[in-house]
């Protein structure tokens, strides 16, 4: 075990960062964390932003781990598939799994770092200062620089191991590539997002169903909205930047009228707020960020955001910051106090897994907005399904592996692309399911896949 | 030809800006350049930052086409090989080419500067307003935010077409990188620099090879000398942030002096200057930048250091920024008006040309720290030489391709991939030029090389 009596440094207490606190003081740890914003707790700051997420297997096993599952159950609205709406209001819907317990969870992004900050100050271990924002690590002295965002004083203060979950501005990320041989990407998917609301019935009923991710897919773009406990329903749409349909396109109360009655006339009528969400809400960019190193030496530690910047379309973002922080205290429990190896590791762990996420999101774009559309997408889902049920020890749905399982995202990913491969392969020439020559999938199966362990 | 009473803006008067606007000038077209810096005719604003550069052919033909060659000629001073410097002061020249004329040449940035500023004015159709910092361009609305430097006051500027000359921090790349689908890479050394100087002698005299560009090899650091005019050296110390041998163990002026007396002891006596130069001059990060795209429909390009910076190793970032500029002007005699057109040419030309010189200037690094003290790599070269001698339509030292010739930079960079397996594969098993079999030399260039276009 590593020696207990040792501080941890976190900057920023935001999902990731609160749930590693609260789990690192269950090791015993004395965690110091610096958070920028003000404590959510006594300040409304939600502002159209991401203000639902979905929770998947992946995220709710390090929160087990951490005994927090209890506490967060009651705020989860369960998502059994996708809702497809269609010009004519018409509504088709496909489940993401096969059995009840493969959902994903609607979940106020609020509301769960809540409880984790709630739970993170119940172990007696956890200091969480607000409004604290930390412009400067200094890796050489061990020193941080804090501004005090209500006093606008700086102030200086020791450190002996800082981890970054400070989010996609991460300043321990800036100091640890301004001395180490770095990477850092950015790429930008070129599409934005707005935020906008589907109230609650008159009795506080969901307007459409309250069990389904929706979607108005429309190739090029498209909107989505999540279910909210109170009846409402978070909605985004995404779209380019510029160009014949895009954000520059909708600029005046006329162009966006325009633009939802002749795009997505099904959902004008759920959106009384349109105009004032669309205007008031900002519009936020879409853009990946990989990054490497994710560590210097035994002294700081890149996690979530600070490390990897998805795109949302996978809903990824935070189940795989949680997948970080547990990979943490995994590493902790195997390397006790040699923490420049306890880096390493989950560097090496977690940068492979961070990349192949990063990339299945922005794959996962194209999905939603467009092939959900596709007759051959929609044979392909159905036979993955079959293909689940016949040959489970060896086949899994990719979606299936990283929205139910745990099995880490690289082999989702490089196994999904030998599955897409057999599963063209299959429909190549047939035009249901029961078509499908399946002795011809077995033998593909056991030449190109080895058996799957989903749960490590 | 294009429409000459257009007029284009430019964001940056440094090397690139300077020469374009001359170039764009001498086309007809009206030049508006706004440039951060104070004209530094009027203002002394060297910092110990690339005091010198090193001016190769492919920078000197732009530098023809503009006209400039006959004013630029006398701040030349030519540099025919590498003075290797070992521990005990022995020195060993190693001749870049075969041919009087293959040398380089080093050459002052401020005052190839100021001939550029003076050419493009002397035209009477550029503008250069100076202390002028763009810091939003509004592509939207062809609108740049200028904030006067010495007011502090910001005024809004129109523009028909803007080219981003702006360097690493580039305002325009900002804006394209905003809207279109982008990517931004920023790959960091972990290594810096320190610009140290070697005064003249008592009589102006230059105190080691005039003609030389003088290296200091330790393996995984190194000092480099470039000769200016006035009979100094400006002298530059390439080594890790930290480590061992590092900028991090170096920060006292008792470790400065240490570390010279250890490291360097044959450079230390000609280094009055040391103590101070080494605590006032800045410490110079070193990394590539490499983005895409380069440009935004017809309204907006990078060009040079915005576009791409390169670690300095191969002293190729003013003369890539060059051949830039000459491409837009030539692409604009192809293309006539058509911008948009125009700008997606040279973005297709140049990106890949800037990204293989990024890469190539990366591993000079490697051969001028290291190689060039290994018999290997010198007899390499030799037979390298002794190939150019023999098959001069298929053979040129990579070397030589980058820095005396025009061929661009990506086929210089894979067709000395294919020449350096040559040469590994010729090399083997000898330890002289003489006892290399040419027969069998032979029958692989005229196997793997197509004939050469050194020029085009």
Known sequence: MANQNETITLIGAGLVGSLLAVMLAKRGFKVEVYERRPDMRATDISAGRSINLALANRGIYPLQQAGLMEQVKPILTAMKGRMVHDMQGNQNFQSYGQRPEEVIYSVSRGDLNIIC???????????????????????????????????????????????????????????????????????????????????????????????????????????????????????????????????????????????????????????????????????????????????????????????????????????????????????????????????????????????????????????????????????RNALAFELENRFPKHFCPRYSMVMFHRLPYAEAKSRGVIQEDILKELTADVQSVEQVDFEQAESLIYAKLTEVNLNP
């Open 117 to 379: 900050l709630n739970a993170a100050e119940a172990t007696g271990r956890v200091n969480i200062y607000f409004n604290q924002n930390c412009q400067k690590v200094d890796l050489d002295n061990n020193q941080l620089t804090i501004k005090d965002e209500l006093s606008s004083e700086f102030k200086t203060i020791a450190f002996n191991r800082v981890i970054g979950t400070d989010g996609s501005n991460s300043a321990v990320r800036e100091a640890i590539h301004a001395i180490e041989s770095s990477q850092h990407d950015i790429i930008s998917l070129g599409h934005s997002y707005k935020e906008l609301r589907i109230p609650p019935g008159p009795n506080g009923e969901f307007l459409i169903d309250k069990h389904s991710l929706h979607i108005w897919p429309k190739g090029g773009y498209m909107i989505i909205a999540l279910p909210n406990e109170d009846g409402s329903f978070t909605v985004t749409l995404f779209m380019a930047n510029e160009g014949e349909i895009s954000f520059e396109s909708v600029k005046t109360p006329e162009q966006v009228e325009q633009f939802f009655n002749q795009h997505f006339p099904s959902i004008v009528p759920l959106l009384p707020d349109l105009q004032k969400d669309f205007f008031e809400n900002p519009t936020g960019k879409l853009a990946t960020v990989k990054c490497s190193p994710w560590h210097f030496k035994d002294k700081a530690l890149l996690l979530g955001d600070a490390a990897h910047a998805v795109v949302p379309f996978h809903g990824q973002g935070m189940n795989c910051g949680f997948e970080d922080a547990l990979d943490l205290i995994e590493t902790i429990d195997e390397y006790g106090d040699d923490w420049a190896e306890i880096f390493t590791r989950v560097d090496e762990h977690r940068k492979i897994n961070g990349d192949a996420i990063a990339d299945m999101a922005i794959e996962n774009y194209i999905t939603m907005r467009d092939s959900v559309t596709d007759e051959k997408f929609l044979l």
